[in-house]
């Protein structure tokens, strides 16, 4: 076992917050920094001199952990080299201002630096003697579009040349990983001699990684580089001093502060910790499945919502002992419907309308789950409960949602003997029934992907799948599932997440239509997809009517026989399959029409190890369901 260590300072740099220079301040201050890094185009178009800043900071209780960046400063030609000492001596005065000791120097990208490794070390020893003499210090960073120097090995190399106290390296993730160089020497390097560290993650692109690092960055856990195993290399070195955030994100740039701030250091917690440092977490819950999902209803609301579960075979199970809430299940399935007034659905009522405002995973330990969503900065929920009823451990997502943490066992599934009266079951009319939620798809709103992907990585542990790109009739829709890591056919809980730039296709008629994210679909697993459809579309269950071109082209996509094809048309029932052999298998699925033009309900019958969610079958249901919403506008052909 390792020994728990003190946690890094953590720091982040101004430019990865949106607002004025001290609004980002506040905003870092406010989450829970320790220090920001002061990147120089924050400080000039600040109307105060460098002494408010460092008075503001001082009064926030914020340390100014560095200066970034200088550019362009070694291994120029002559004229430009004494320029540059001149430079460097009014960037300090500024610094002893600002009260930070620390400089970044980027490597230099102008088309004038000499490829000179000892003419660099020369002039960052110069600068690191004249920064020495006033008690500051140089730091030397590799950019991965440096002009000769892009790799932390040859910045390495320079410092070591320069030999000179006040001159160390610094290493950001970023440059390393979008290079995919190597880090694993890093940790071979002396501790003190990394004067700072900065953290990035990124989405993997294929573009020039100059606008890549720009535009595109993200906090660590967000994007898809190992900025983990990089951490731990550099930690390992025996570093010892602030860990921070240097983002460029053009989404940041626009996103309130706090919000971006508190997935920053949510993701530097986390990352802390992955890597083995700091305090350390309590692990991840081992996630089940979703035990429930609770809708926020009103009177009227609750019973369209029956009427239509109804149709899908749900039965009323239970009402609860001291509220307005009410149980309806089908197999395995559990579904609450909660119109108590004056209650946090009630609240979500007002604001959404019929939604979905809570779900309840089934954990394995529910009070060690909220220690570490506690410990990652969550909000934790306590609804009012009444006597002998219990408190179900619950904390928000970050649209508010409530999650529910409910035990597996013995002890979990009491829930519903404690809270509720129980309705006997009513002689079974339903043949073929529900064995789980399969997923719950959620629609956020634009920009906001980046914020759900950590928070169900780092506080659940879940791992994000590929990122589909789906064409609904009024745009286009970006899909990323957070998979628990034991998901099986039955088991586990998946999440898809929907982004939609444009505000007519579903996802961003239903973001802007219900006042921002939500559950804009839940998929029932069976295991006769065919049987239960039958069944389902004799009770009156409103399927979508899957157009005959989908079936001729099933067709000649796979190598299904007629009558499978008939069986499946007759069903309104989609298709698909992945993998080969052993690590693939098939999938069957049918939408509803949506209700209220909110949300719908989805069934699915995963085949052998099919892992994905039907993406390729998406758009023929945006499409239905598209139409379905014009055929209810008849009032316009009218006239
Ligand atoms: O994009 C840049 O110029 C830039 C500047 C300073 C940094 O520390 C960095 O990583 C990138
Ligand atoms: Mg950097």
Redesign the pocket.
Known sequence: MRQPSRPFLKSIATVSLSGTLPEKLEAATAIGFDGVEIFESDLLTFDGSPADVRRIAEGLGLAITIF??FRDFEAMPDPIRARNMDRAERKFDVMQELGTDLV?V?SNIHPAAMDDPLRAAADLAEMAERAHRRGLRVGY?A?AWGRHVNRWRQAWDIVQRADHPALGLIV?S??TLSLEDDFAGLAELPGERIFFV?LADAPKLSMDVLSW??HFRNFPGQGQLSVIPFLKAVLDSGYSGPLSL?I?NDEFRAAPARLTALDGLRSLIHAEAEAGYGPGLPEPPVCHGVEFLEFAVDAAEHDKLAALLGTLGFRHAGRHRSKAVDLYRQGGVNLVLNSEQDSAASEHFQMHGASVCAMAFRVDDAQRAMERAEALRCLSWRERVGEGERRIPALRAPDGTLIYLVEDGAAGSSIWEDDFHLLPEDGGTVAESFTGIDHVAQALPFGRMDSFVLFYRSVFGFLPDTLWELPDPYGLIRSRALVSPNAQATTGVRLPLNISESRRTATGRFVSATAGAGVHHVAFATTDAERLLEERLAAGAPFLAIPANYYDDLAVKHPLDDDTLAALKQRELLYDRDGQGDTGGEFLHAYTDSFEDRFFFEVVERRGGYRQFGAVNAPVRMAVQAQLREDRWPARYLD
């Open positions: 970034q960046p970044l980027c960073e950019l950001d970023f440059h900065q690092s720009r240097e460029f």
